[in-house]
């Protein structure tokens, strides 16, 4: 069941992602690939002109790419290609490269949260909703946010789910659950991360999608 | 009508009436009528005849009495070829499906270098009897001690020798007392009981020595071949006598039997024991506790079921595949004690708690059975040497209570199902799952002729011929242990054998293959197929859920030093070069030793694991619970005009 609901989860975000990159092209990529490509690598560099507390954030924010990959590869490998539990040396690398991945998404949190912070000009529609309720003129400034609404809504995204994908799993090591809430405990880990690395994809494609623009 | 359709009546006819005369006619006893009351047993004994038939009624005034046949005085009610289809008793019968690896026979001359499993049943890794030579008739001589009679002890004899003797001796029929006399005079290994007789060869006589109101006198062993024990002559020294209690029989000379439909467990008891010598020596019986479900007052018979035919439940996963028990599908752990969804609910059977398991992953239920946490003594840092009744004789006059006596079986050894031994792979059973078990370890020791990758033991009387003489200096150990056997006298050995036997003589001992190369030295081989152990599960003594093995932490089995993966086994063998040698618990499973390690490393950090997860998790909500207010404080101030 998990196995096939994942497998069409992800069929349809690549698919979905792969379509936005057909319908919304981006043009300079079609015209100069190779300096696009060149581009889209120097992103893995911290560039010299950046503040300390910019390089930890984009260095936390490599760590925590590199460990995201690590865990769903261990992660979902074995339940989607294998069809079978993690186990042996996968869940070994998993549970070397999750704590890892806790800290760094707590420093992002921390970090990220003020720039992704949402903002009246997010969402008009609603403005204008209020307004007609509260009879108000807006005063609120247009804010010049650095990231897209799509990232805003995956990186809140992304820390509310980290929560109980944490949770769940290091809950299961206290002997207070049988084999009841053993299961759903599972159960919530695999579901959460299934929808958590959908998220973290979606917000890694509109990331590299705003800066290669 | 034409005459296929004749043709095919006829055939219907026929076929139904050979299903007909197959199927065991059922008597007064064999049916309940629903009753739960226990009926009496007043009933008339009767022995068996010259011809083995129905025998004349035993009578308290009888100058020489016959032993009473318990084929001929139980069968008015019950049907005795019905019963001799049960486990205890079908072991001939190589129709009856093998199920799960057993217990073997172990046959074991410490003087021979001999300790070899033996087994009927065809299990892997057991010689069948006839293998070393040894006949039904014997077979039943040696280890009729241990076994309610039937199967081999009623086989009739080929042998001319056997022949003879069975005249004398009769046939060891189902000893129906043996499990269900509730008499506290039931006498099984008793300095004159059931054992003792069948060691004499009294086998016409074992039933009725072993009740309370019968007592035999003498050896039909000792009796010539042309002695007719149904013309007995007084004045015959050592000639087999049965002497009945004259009080016990009625008017119509009929006897009372405490006849109980459950079994005893006391009864089970004699033939499945245990005697664990650990390194603390708490063999004595008091300082021992009984398995859980007894001490809550089940009884054995209350999971191992049968009806009249006797097919009793062994319980383990999956019987029911070859099982015709109607309840061997429940009768295992898990059809007592965990819920089931699609069918009525049987959980909770006789009182099972459904366990609660806390942070247990789910997991260890995939990869391991419900006794590898659950049955047998606490892993030490080794297996221990065990002895069970069947193997040591427990219970008879004959026992060895050292605990270095043969033959040596160790446990408990956590191996995968499907493992046969160190690095012997062979194919799942259909009764096996992979899972990891408890089991009992047997390293076989043999004289034997390879043949490919096959050893075929060599029979008995040519070893004792050849290898008596060779060993005939060896100085046996008082405790029945091995002797100090050196590889010289092995080499020695082989070259001897090699001149009475066809083919390319070898020993096998202690998981290696011993023969001789072109130049006469001795080659030595590690993990010959040929040579690798025997293991059987073992399920009892089950522990309660507070000795379970994980009950403290993790580390009870996941640390680097804990013995259910890097406990040592002994490799038993007679060599004395080889007698310090071990293999670790890791190699009988499916399970690479270093990842075993790293991952029981692993739980060093476990803590740090769970405290960064939490921590960070307290951050992240943290900073979601800021914004969520802050959020909240918009709203607030765009609702009561704040903002304008």
Redesign the interface.
Known sequence: MFRAISIIAFVITLGGIGLNCILRPCKECWRHPLKKLVQLFTLLFIEQKLSPAEVLRKLVYLIALLCFAVLAITGFYPTLVLDE?I???L??IH??F??IF??C??IL??MW?GRC??TGSDWPWFQRL?QRV?L??S??QQVKNESCLGQRITF?LI??L??PL??S??L????????YW??LL?NIHRYTALVFALTAIVHTYLLVRMKVK | MNKGSILTGFFCLLVLGLSAAGAEPKLLGDESDGSLSPPPHLIPLYAENEDGDKGEQVTPDMEFPMPFSTRWSCSDCHNYNLVKKGWHFNTMDSNIPAGRPGEPWVYYDPGLGLQIPLSYRGWTGTFRPEQIGLSEFKFTKIFGRHFPGGGPGEVDATDGDDIGRQLVSGKLEINCLACHNAHPGQDMGGQSGYAVQVSRENFRWAAAASCEFASVTGSAAQMQMMYDPFMPDPAEKNAPMVTYRKEVFNENNEVLLDIVRQVPNERCYYCHSDLYHGPEEKTEKWIQDEDIHLTAGLKCVDCHRNGVDHNIIRGYDNEADISDNPLAATSTCEGCHLPQDDQEPVAGRLGAPV?????????H??KLTCTACHSGPWPGEQAVLTKTSRANRLGTPNANKAAEGLPHILSPVFASQGESGAGYKRELMATENGKIAPYKVLWPSYWGILEQENVRPIELSIVEKVIGGVFAAIELAPTGDWPQVTKEMIAEAIKALGTSVTGKAVYIGGGKLYSLDDSGQLLEQDNHPAAKPYLWPLAHNVRPAAQSLGVRYCTDCHATDAPFFFGDIKIDSPVIAEQDSFKRMIKFQDISPT?AW??AA?FVF?P???I??????V???G??L??AL??LACIVK??T?E??
């Open positions: 539990h186990s042996g040396y869940i070994m549970a070397t999750a704590p806790a800290i998404l707590a949190a921390v949260s912070r949402f209020v509260t108000a003129k005063t609120e809140w820390i509310f980290a929560l944490i949770l799993i290091v299961s090591m206290f002997p207070y659950f049988g084999t053993q299961e599972l | 366990p609660k398991h806390p942070g247990i992953p789910t997991i239920f995939e990842y790293a991952f692993s476990r740090w694991l769970k960064i997860a939490i921590g960070s998790c951050v992240m909500a900073v979601l800021l914004y802050k959020a765009v609702l005009g903002n304008q």
